[in-house]
């Protein structure tokens, strides 16, 4: 296993912090946030159906599994913006056995 500086590796953990707190923030408020505001919110409706019963029902999950993929979108740009992929730890590494 090859290691990273630790400049390096402290600003790839703060950025995946931030993401994962913003990931979590929004997970908070679909899935508490209209449930608080429930009785504000019911005078907007999807598709026919008063909207903090659809978050309840379908939108909460459709927003979770949003929030996954967009995850994995992201943490591949970040990942090789620090050089951290496999591919790049390979060429690296071929690079240093020469």
Do not use: C, W
């Not at 979108?73 to 992929?85: C, H, Q």
């Amino acid at each position: 296993m090859r290691k990273i500086d630790r400049a390096t590796a402290n600003a790839y953990f703060r950025i995946r912090t931030t993401l994962i707190v913003i990931y979590l923030s929004i997970g908070f408020l679909v899935s508490f946030g209209v449930v608080f505001f429930a009785r504000d919110l019911s005078s907007f409706s999807v598709m026919g159906v008063p909207f903090h019963y659809y978050m309840g029902s379908q939108g909460a999950i459709v927003t979770f599994i949003i929030l996954l993929f967009v995850n994995a979108k992201v943490s591949d740009v970040v990942d090789k913006k620090f050089g951290i992929t496999p591919e790049q730890i390979e060429q690296k590494d071929k690079v240093v056995n020469q």
